[in-house]
């Protein structure tokens, strides 16, 4: 079973940027499809981005088109999420997740379609 560390995240202010990074250690990252979800205090789990092996258009959901950037660098095995003007509602507890399977564009979104998930890390947006 692949095991997903995270780092980055923290605390920034309003306008922001903060970069989060994922390995899938001892797995090649080129053996998944990726995407980070977030989860604020008291709110269900939601999709931010994803991105998949074998394409090279990502997904996004609305609330972050534009502010974010997920990608993939193969030769150092991570995955990222560039985020950008930060604002409040971003704030939340982001967690990388990974499936060995081949997603279809319309599934890339649901959290029922991977079954691997990083520990977490909290992003904090705020003056």
């Known amino acids: 079973q692949v095991q997903l560390v995270q780092s980055g995240g923290g605390s920034v202010q309003p306008g922001g940027s903060l970069r989060l990074s994922c390995v899938p250690s001892?797995?090649?990252?080129?053996?998944?499809?990726m995407a980070w979800f977030r989860q604020a205090p008291g709110k269900e789990r939601e999709f931010v981005a994803a991105t998949r092996r074998n394409s090279n258009l990502p997904k996004y959901a609305d609330s972050v088109k534009g502010r974010f950037t997920i990608s993939r660098d193969n030769a150092k095995n991570t995955v990222y999420l560039q985020m950008n003007s930060l604002r409040s509602e971003d704030s939340a507890v982001y967690y990388c997740?990974?499936?060995?399977?081949?997603?279809?564009?319309?599934?890339?979104?649901?959290?029922?379609?991977?079954?691997?998930w990083g520990q977490g890390t909290q992003v904090t947006v705020s003056s």
């Open positions: 001892g797995r090649t990252l080129s053996n998944y499809d």
């Open positions: 997740a990974a499936t060995a399977s081949y997603l279809i564009l319309s599934s890339m979104a649901r959290a029922s379609q991977y079954n691997t």
